[in-house]
């Protein structure tokens, strides 16, 4: 399991990206006296093994780390990992920068100035590569170079159609002004004309969009895009319709025509 966790982090599209890049900032800038000391091709001769060991020795030890946290604590196994592996390999880097550029290397201070650099560098490896996603920083790159969608602003979606259309002959199917109880039949009443089927009320309005009307009587539906305003004679409320008709409102479905700021 280890060697196979091991090698998924070595195939990792995120690797080579963040190799070059921390290769490129250590050899220009050469950190620990290595730019007095040795010219650019002697500071990549130097850097380049070293910090593929350095990663290569950081990999391991991420996975062991990680492999006692829980998923969900992945975060707090990359920072254990990172100090973990600063406070071991310190003493290792300070000997032979020690060697290489100077004595100021084989001190405390020195030693801890690597073990911070370290530190560092591993933990923004840990968090670059975003723990428990493989290639994400590659994914995220490969997305940032493509261009923009373009935005597209959807028209409104115009209310579903009435199921009750159906029940209609072709000639017949337009827009639902009302619904009459007549009898056991249910007369549609659209703007090309009328039709009884045999229904009950309750049955038809549950065929047509919610939001489109309203039950305002024991026999009557309107479609509220079909009201041309309201009417009274004496304490009675009528709706006025587009098409001439006048339907009836009771007192218990009032209310609405108030939601409706019709009263």
């Not at 620990?32 to 950081?58: D, H, K, M, Q």
């Not at 670059?128 to 995220?140: F, N, Q």
């Not at 827009?175 to 703007?191: N, P």
Request: overall charge neutral.
């Amino acid at each position: 399991m280890f060697a196979k966790d091991l090698l998924a982090e070595l195939r990792s599209r995120d690797l080579p990206l963040i190799m070059v890049g921390l290769i490129l900032a250590i050899v220009v800038s050469g950190p620990f006296g290595s730019y007095a000391t040795l010219n650019i091709w002697e500071r990549l001769a130097f850097w380049v093994p070293v910090l593929c060991l350095g990663v290569f020795g950081f990999l391991v030890a991420r996975v062991l780390v990680l492999r006692r946290f829980a998923p969900h604590r992945r975060s707090l196994g990359a920072v254990v990992a990172a100090a973990l592996y600063a406070i071991v390999t310190a003493p290792l880097f300070g000997m032979l920068f020690h060697a290489a550029f100077g004595p100021y290397f084989g001190t405390l201070a020195g030693w801890g100035e690597i073990g911070t650099l370290v530190y560092l560098v591993t933990l923004g490896l840990c968090f670059l590569r975003h723990p428990g996603a493989p290639g994400a920083l590659a994914s995220d790159l490969e997305r940032l170079a493509q261009p923009a969608p373009a935005v597209v602003i959807a028209p409104l979606s115009p209310e579903p159609a009435a199921r009750l259309l159906d029940r209609l002959d072709p000639e017949l199917r337009g827009e639902i002004a009302s619904l009459q109880v007549r009898d056991h039949y249910v007369e549609i009443s659209t703007d090309k004309g009328k039709a009884a089927v045999l229904m009950r009320l309750s049955d038809a309005i549950a065929e047509m969009p919610p939001a489109s009307g309203a039950q305002v009587h024991r026999s009557f539906w309107v479609a509220w895009s079909a009201v041309d305003g309201v009417e009274t004679e004496g304490a009675r409320v009528f709706l006025r319709l587009n098409c001439g008709m006048q339907v009836p409102v009771s007192r218990a479905n009032l209310a609405k025509l108030e939601e409706r700021g019709l009263m």
